[in-house]
């Protein structure tokens, strides 16, 4: 039996620049977000053809039919699988890279 | 009294000494309402080193008692109703809530369930939404910082 | 300088110190986990904020107790300090300071736990349990090491004539003698004890008992608390550095002329220790068990003290 | 049917000991549960357990939803494993239709299955030593375990919640960049999970999890534990061996299953270091052999949902924590007529009451932690209580006696 064996790590690390990324304290510092990321969605009215299908694959009801044939989305209540993304005929909806969907009011989060 | 007196000095004198304390102290309670453990290991891990919440001051609190921000997640279940607004009563004034993800946002998918009971904001004032399923650690380390500072500025 | 004077400008010097000081243990010890840390001024912005957070009484709370004792645990503290670094300063003091230094800060603890004990909550009440089991392992240990002072070589138990003592020899305590230095690791052991951190924070666990007794305060009296733990830890920590370290006393009679030298060696000295005797066990150690910590207290501790009163009384 | 119950000797027991709420709010516990702790000074001499905390009744749910949507609800039962409950889910419903994945999907499924296993015990060891105090080695287990999230997101795009399964196959191919940093990554966290697996055996830590939370061998098969606690009491249990699935049929020889015989805390631990370097050492193989071809059929998965016909299939899964079990129902037209989710928690839960009775308060959280608690699949209304001097055996009518009179105390 040993103790302290994570001494040697610790003083080590006590010298050399933390791991920490800075976010929000320096500007522009972030893990970078890959390509695939799934983040808010992007919707594309005019290539819409209102097939619905997206909205009857949406497994937690965010996207809802509008009058002129189109859709709505309710961004409060995505979970971002990309499941509408993926069925959507006319890749009308995307998925962007923009992780921060933070906001006080959720009103202002329907899409379009 | 001392602690009027010196509560009184302060609010005549230091007001934005005050605001500044409460926005760089914002120490954090965690309660979980019947999410997946996603947005709670998220929680977790912006704590971590790489994220490090704790630069901007926060601890995570085992107490309410002690807490100045209360993160919720998960669509909050029948069960943890009752705890909700119980947590929510013991945090001191001024507090701010944050829901974390998407179901404590908005319930979804689980909304419709006779089990849940959420959104958290059904039962109690929320401050700001982090969506996200989970949102990243990034996401919710600034979901707290603007919470901080809307509110207690 | 005028012991009044002294007196009452160690009064916000403690505060800030102390405060200070655990700005600096929190962030080296972030910095020992790779990562950046909050500000060291990070305790003075939670106090400004818990100050004027709202004051909630548990219903099951004997009220009076509960508000009273944080206040009681930080004036304690606070005076404890105060004596200590006001005597260091002005060189003058009271006979068995030393012993009034010790006294005070435990009982800051005590009423701490009272206070906890007083909240009715069922994890104060093991906390109180456990802080009693670790008092009685640490405090009897730290009472042998001081008192064997008075029957070392200084044989005195007052702050200013061990210091003028050491300075006489030319030599920090702790290398003047074997019997001083046993003691002097005594007391070095014991501060992660009383200052409860990891490995030995059993009282407050918070994965355990969730601060133990402390669980039920806050706003103001968690402030107070707080207070109470920063000076209490600082106290501890200077005190080994002025009695047992006085690194200035090999300046010779400098130390007692240039006071402002030597203060600030003995605050360098001090920090040094909490870094040594706080800092890195709680980095590195996991926390023990009761029965565990108990057993290492009065195995190891224990013994050194026992050791220091025989070969001081001896006189080696 | 209960026992004659001794209300003296049970009036004189309740006043001697303290009940701690051990919970469903608490430091260490990142999720909800309620162990009602009966204490003797510091010895723990009952426990009793509520759950439900997190209970949302998915089950009912997706008995109303189409079998996509199901799909993405259930990989919500569970941020830390949702990879193994949509492969669980997606095998029983591939049975069904009888579609058979291209080997390249299967070999996905596999890697990702086996990356969310390290990373799944990365999170606990770092848990483990949050809960003995330990912090350093918490924040230097989650440091590690971040990059392998960074993985996930760069090949599935999010961090927790994969997406990965579709009816048929995989939703995310690897490009050949991926394949050289999973491959890289390997590297550094075997360097990482070998010094992790020294600090363990610091001293400190050593005095906190040896000899704990003893599971015996017996109790172990009786309570029919699974998983890394079953294979830490030395119950020689894996399905990915036993009732190989997805890939693992091809990769039997490059694992082999691990397992201890200590039965204590430290040896559940253990098992999942060592599982850690076998996940590598599959995650190499599959690297290496990865077959070419398509992820997943042609047609859309509405189409593909609708072909599934009425049917019905258990399929297994051996999750990080164990066995993860599904029974799946379909009705035909694209819906589910019953879902039935048996998740390796829930057996496991039952095992913590012979390790905690006779261990001291300090040692809850550890003990409950060994078992990985992770307790968003298992809260259901169940209450398990025994009353103390009773036989052991946690007989059905017992629990429904308990269930009813909860309710009715309600
Ligand atoms: S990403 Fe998923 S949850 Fe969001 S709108 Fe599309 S299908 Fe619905
Ligand atoms: S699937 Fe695409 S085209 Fe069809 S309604 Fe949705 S957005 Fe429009
Ligand atoms: S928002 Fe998503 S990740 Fe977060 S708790 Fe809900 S289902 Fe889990
Ligand atoms: S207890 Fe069972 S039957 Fe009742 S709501 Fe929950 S899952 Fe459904
Ligand atoms: S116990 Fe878990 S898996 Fe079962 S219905 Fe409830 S939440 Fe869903
Ligand atoms: S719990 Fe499951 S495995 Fe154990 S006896 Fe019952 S059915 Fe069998
Ligand atoms: S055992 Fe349950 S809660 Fe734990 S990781 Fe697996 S599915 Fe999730
Ligand atoms: S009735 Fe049977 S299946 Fe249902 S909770 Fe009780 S033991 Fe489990």
């Known amino acids: 039996m040993k103790f302290g064996k994570m001494l040697r790590d610790a003083l080590r690390s006590l010298f050399r620049k933390p791991v920490t990324v800075e976010y929000l304290t320096k500007p522009g510092r972030m893990v970078p977000v890959s390509e695939r990321f799934r983040g808010r969605l992007t919707y594309d009215r005019d290539a819409c053809i209102g097939c619905l299908l997206c909205v009857r694959v949406c497994p937690s009801g965010v996207i809802a039919s509008t009058e002129d044939m189109k859709v709505a989305f309710n961004i409060s209540r995505c979970i971002l699988c990309g499941q509408c993304a993926e069925i959507c005929p006319k890749e009308a909806i995307k998925l962007s890279t923009q992780f921060e969907i933070i906001t006080g009011n959720k009103n202002g989060l329907i899409l379009k | 009294m001392v602690i009027c007196m010196f509560r009184l000095s302060c609010k005549s004198m230091m007001f934005r000494v005050i605001s500044k304390g409460r926005v760089k102290s914002p120490w954090i309670f965690h309660l979980n309402t019947g999410s997946c453990n996603g947005c709670d290991i998220e929680i977790v891990a912006a704590f971590a080193p790489r994220y490090d919440l704790e630069r901007f001051g926060c601890l995570l609190v085992g107490s309410p008692r002690h807490a100045d921000v209360l993160l919720v997640t998960g669509p909050v279940t029948r069960q943890m109703l009752p705890r909700l607004i119980r947590v929510y009563e013991q945090i001191p004034e001024p507090k701010v809530v944050v829901a974390v993800g998407t179901c404590a946002s908005s319930g979804s998918p689980f909304l419709g369930s006779e089990m849940v009971e959420g959104p958290v904001d059904r039962i109690i004032p929320v401050d700001v939404y982090v969506i996200g399923c989970p949102p990243r650690p990034e996401a919710i380390v600034k979901g707290v910082v603007t919470a901080v500072k809307s509110k207690f500025r | ?316 | 049917m209960t026992a004659e119950r001794d209300v003296e000797r049970e009036v004189e027991v309740e006043y001697t000991r303290l009940r701690i709420p051990f919970g469903p709010i608490h430091p260490a516990l990142k999720e909800p549960v309620l162990l009602r702790v009966s204490v003797r000074g510091e010895e723990v001499v009952d426990v009793d357990m509520a759950l439900g905390h997190v209970h949302r009744g998915i089950e009912l749910l997706a008995e109303g939803r189409n079998l996509i949507q199901t799909l993405y609800l259930i990989e919500r039962i569970c941020g830390i494993c949702s990879h193994s409950h949509t492969t669980c889910f997606i095998q029983a419903l591939e049975e069904i239709g009888g579609i058979t994945p291209s080997k390249r999907a299967l070999y996905l499924r596999t890697l990702i299955f086996e990356m969310e296993r390290i990373h799944s015990h990365l999170l606990l060891l770092g848990v483990i030593a949050y809960e003995i105090g330990f912090d350093t080695l918490f924040m230097f287990t989650w440091h590690v375990r971040e990059k392998i999230l960074d993985l996930f997101e760069k090949i599935t795009g999010n961090r927790i919640h994969h997406a990965m399964n579709t009816i048929g196959g995989v939703r995310w191919d690897l490009t050949p960049r991926m394949v050289e940093e999973i491959d890289a990554y390997m590297r550094e966290v075997e360097k990482s999970v070998k010094y992790i697996h020294n600090v363990f055996m610091d001293g400190t830590v050593e005095k906190r999890v040896c000899g704990l939370g003893v599971l015996s061998y017996d109790d172990a098969v009786k309570l029919c534990v699974v998983g890394p606690t079953a294979r830490g009491s030395g119950v020689d249990i894996d399905v990915r061996r036993d009732h190989p699935y997805a890939a693992y049929d091809e990769l039997k020889r490059d694992f082999s299953v691990v397992v201890e015989r200590g039965c204590d805390v430290y040896a559940r631990t253990e098992v999942r270091i060592l599982e850690i370097f076998e996940s590598i050492n599959i995650i190499r193989a599959i690297l290496d052999r990865l077959p070419d071809g398509p992820i997943r059929p042609k047609e859309n998965v509405f189409r593909l949902m609708r072909g599934i016909p009425e049917g019905e299939a258990i399929s297994l899964v051996e999750a990080p924590r164990g066995e993860l079990l599904y029974f799946v129902k379909t009705d035909g037209s694209g819906g589910l007529k019953r879902l039935k989710v048996r998740t390796p928690t829930f057996s496991n839960l039952i095992g913590l009451k012979p390790m905690l009775i006779g261990c001291e308060i300090a040692d809850v959280p550890v003990i409950v932690a060994s078992i990985d608690p992770c307790l968003s699949c298992t809260n259901r209304l169940i209450v398990i209580d025994q009353e103390r001097g009773e036989s052991n055996v946690i007989d059905v009518d017992s629990l429904r006696h308990r269930v009813r009179r909860r309710w009715m105390r309600q």
């Open chain 3, 1 to 316: 300088m005028d012991a009044a004077v002294a007196f009452i400008t160690s009064f916000p010097l403690v505060l800030v110190v102390s405060l200070l000081f655990e700005g600096i243990d929190r962030k080296i010890h972030a910095r020992m986990q790779k990562r950046i840390g909050p500000p060291i001024i990070q305790p003075f912005y939670d106090l400004i904020k818990l100050f004027n957070k709202e004051r909630i009484i548990p219903v099951t709370a004997s009220t009076r107790v509960f508000e009273i004792m944080p206040m009681i645990a930080a004036a304690a503290s606070i005076l404890g300090a105060s004596i200590l670094l006001s005597n260091t300063l002005s060189g003058l003091g009271m006979i068995g300071d030393l012993i009034l230094v010790m006294y005070l800060l435990a009982m800051s603890s005590i009423a701490l736990m009272v206070g906890g004990l007083a909240s009715g909550n069922p994890y104060a009440a093991i906390g109180f349990s456990r802080k009693m089991s670790m008092m009685i392992a640490y405090e009897i240990p730290m009472f042998i090491a001081i008192i064997s002072v008075a029957f070392g070589p200084p044989a005195v138990l007052t702050i200013d004539r061990v210091i003028k003592f050491q300075i006489s020899t030319r030599l920090p305590l702790a290398v003047s003698s074997l019997s001083m230095a046993s003691a002097a690791a005594t007391l070095l052991l014991c501060i992660p004890a009383a200052a409860s951190v990891v490995p030995f924070d059993i009282p407050e666990a918070k994965t355990e008992i969730i601060y133990g007794f402390l669980i039920e305060y806050g706003g103001p009296y968690l402030a107070l608390a707080k207070i109470a733990k920063a000076v209490s830890n600082f106290t501890l920590t200077l005190l080994v550095s002025v009695v047992f370290l006085y690194i200035p006393s090999l300046l010779g009679e400098e130390a007692l002329i240039n006071l402002g030298i030597s203060l600030s060696i003995c605050l360098a000295v001090s920090l040094l220790i909490m870094f040594a005797t706080i800092t890195v066990p709680r980095t590195i150690f996991a926390r023990l068990k009761i029965g565990q910590a108990f057993k290492f207290y009065w195995m190891l501790p224990l013994a050194l003290s026992i050791l220091s009163i025989i070969l001081s009384v001896i006189g080696l």
